[in-house]
């Protein structure tokens, strides 16, 4: 029998790439032989315009990173450059904010990963159940921010707007039901012996593999590796929440889907904590040289000036280096800024979690049908913007 | 339509007729490039729910698409792409540019972002937005309608619009 190898294109354009990843695939019948992916298809040069902006005009570049989890890639960007600054407390209504948001954008995340994900694999349904309640979450951001995808409103020193009236609870609420609507997800595909066809024991990655290959987020935490860093290395006072980081057993790609849902409702976990605890007062520091001053008073000479100046010129940083990583939903987010004391920082890199996580992706489709690729780059969680940055 | 109407009988100019049957049955294409695919997802999904305007059934393939929403950033290694894609759409088709970085390059002015797909395409409607909310899209596609019920494709021939062949960068 003549064996022939297929040279086979998927993407850019292809409905299963989220985005504009381009694989090369090498095929022998259907069994894939290799796979080459082709990034570079959405690199928009980010770390380059951060160079010639100030640190608070990066933060609108740093959420269209991971478009998303747009708040909390902010949220990374200006926890490096509060370090990088020194400063070590914000007050505790801005951090309760901060954690209720990351974890809000989280669950839009992982909402959204589960509804792509359902339907590559011929699930319909999932997707509009999932958009439904990430709707809920866009409105939030939308009542608080005025826009939905990207709130945009995390600074240096704090955050830029208070919650308005009543939005408080309008998430508590959310953060209630949402886990008893999961369980309509779960009827949906849990025990669906077409979805167990389809992910158990396709994308097996044993826990040497992913240290291997610098894995991180649930792509670690599916092959049973303990690594979280609200956990390893807190940040914003998250070890002061009671959550549980679920594990994986088989490391498949059915682990990582059920890891996923149990984040969220971890997360939903998180927000609960968070929103009881939620203090009064004030939302940024009272340092003017770093953070802006109230907006209500900036009529007044003595708040003006240094809001003028901090937008016309910005502040100087610390000359020096720097570099922090926060759990973003798709894995650890590490934001690496040199500073030369002045306005701009001298380069700044982006550790982004789906670049290094895609790399897996030649070796788990090797010897596999093209039909489990399109679940293994569900599975990985990719977003373009965020490899190619 | 609907000029003249006694014992249900319609009379309507081909033109006309055909028209309103293309304005509620436009296919786009499944094409996402970045942030704006988000949000013209969310147009599709449930809430929005884009069926309402005939446009629910995505096409993956350009071959069976009428009309191309560029939803984000067109960077210069993705052009080629984006014109291959246009060039294999059946005529007539219609061009809807989706959010800031597609019309004008937006806040990436940077060496690997193309500042305006216009240079390349013919663009009928502009949204504008970082990213446009799924209401800016559903507007910007009845203005689309708006304009495929202004397409005089019977009575004026229609002219093939040149753009250079040539890619920049």
């Keep these: 029998m003549r064996k022939e190898i297929i040279k086979l294109n998927v993407g850019p354009q292809h409905p299963s790439t989220h985005g504009v990843l381009r694989l090369l695939v090498e095929l022998e019948g259907e069994v894939v032989v290799s796979c080459d992916p082709d990034i570079g298809y959405l690199h928009r040069g980010i770390e380059k315009l ?12 740093t959420e269209r990173v991971d478009y998303l989890a747009g708040a909390a890639n902010s949220l990374g960007y200006v926890l490096a450059v509060e370090r990088l600054l020194g400063i070590s407390e914000i007050p505790e209504r801005a951090r309760y904010i901060r954690v209720i948001v990351a974890e809000l954008t989280r669950i839009a995340s992982h909402l959204f990963w589960l509804a792509t994900h359902g339907h590559d694999l011929g699930a319909m349904t999932p997707l509009f159940y999932a958009l439904r309640d990430r709707e809920i979450i866009m409105d939030f951001f939308e009542t608080w921010a005025g826009k939905r995808l990207f709130p945009n409103m995390f600074r240096v020193g704090g955050v830029a707007r208070d919650f308005p009236d009543g939005l408080e609870q309008e998430i508590k609420k959310f953060a209630l039901e949402l886990p008893q609507r999961m369980r309509d997800y779960e009827t949906l595909l849990t025990k669906n012996p077409i979805w167990i066809n389809r992910t158990k024991g396709v994308g097996v990655l044993t826990k040497e593999e992913v240290l291997d290959y610098g894995l991180s987020g649930p792509m670690a935490r599916g092959s049973g590796l303990n690594f979280d860093i609200r956990r390893v290395d807190p940040y914003l006072g998250y070890d002061e929440f009671e959550f549980v980081v679920p594990l994986g057993e088989n490391g498949d790609t059915y682990d990582r889907y059920l890891i996923r849902l149990e984040e969220m409702r971890q997360s939903c976990n998180i927000i609960l904590q968070a929103v009881d605890r939620l203090p009064k007062g004030d939302i940024m520091i009272e340092d003017y040289q770093v953070a802006f001053p109230p907006k209500d008073k900036v009529i007044n000479g003595e708040y003006l000036i240094p809001h003028y100046l901090l937008v016309v010129k910005g502040f100087k940083a610390p000359k020096g280096e720097i570099f922090h990583h926060t759990e973003a939903p798709k894995g650890e987010l590490g934001f690496y800024i040199v500073s030369d004391g002045s306005e701009h920082p001298y380069r700044v890199k982006i550790r982004t979690p789906s670049f290094v996580n895609l790399q897996v992706i030649s070796k788990l489709a090797k010897g596999r049908l093209l039909s489990d690729l399109i679940a293994l780059i569900g599975t990985i969680d990719i977003v373009l913007a965020d490899v190619d940055r | 339509m609907g000029i003249e109407e006694s014992g249900g009988i319609l009379v309507t100019t081909l033109e006309k007729v ?48 009428d009309m191309m929403i560029v939803a984000g950033t067109v960077t210069k290694k993705m052009l080629p792409a984006v014109l291959r894609l246009y060039e294999q759409m059946p005529d007539p088709k219609w061009v809807m540019v989706m959010g800031s970085c597609a019309t004008c390059g937006g806040i990436f002015r940077s060496y690997a972002v193309v500042q305006g797909i216009d240079k390349y395409l013919p663009v009928d409607v502009y949204v504008p937005g970082c990213p446009p909310p799924p209401d800016a899209l559903l507007y910007g596609i009845t203005k689309i309608h708006e304009k495929i019920m202004q397409d005089k494709w019977l009575t004026k021939k229609y002219e093939h619009i040149k753009f250079p062949k040539k890619v920049e960068g």
């Design chain 2, 18 to 65: 055909v028209n309103w049957a293309r304005k509620y049955s436009v296919w786009p294409l499944t094409f996402g490039l970045a942030c704006c695919a988000i949000e013209m997802i969310c147009t599709a999904a449930s809430r929005f729910d884009i069926a309402r305007f005939g446009m629910e059934a995505y096409r993956p393939s350009p071959r069976q698409a």
């Design chain 1, 50 to 61: 951060m160079e010639n902006r100030t640190y608070h005009r990066s933060i609108p570049l």
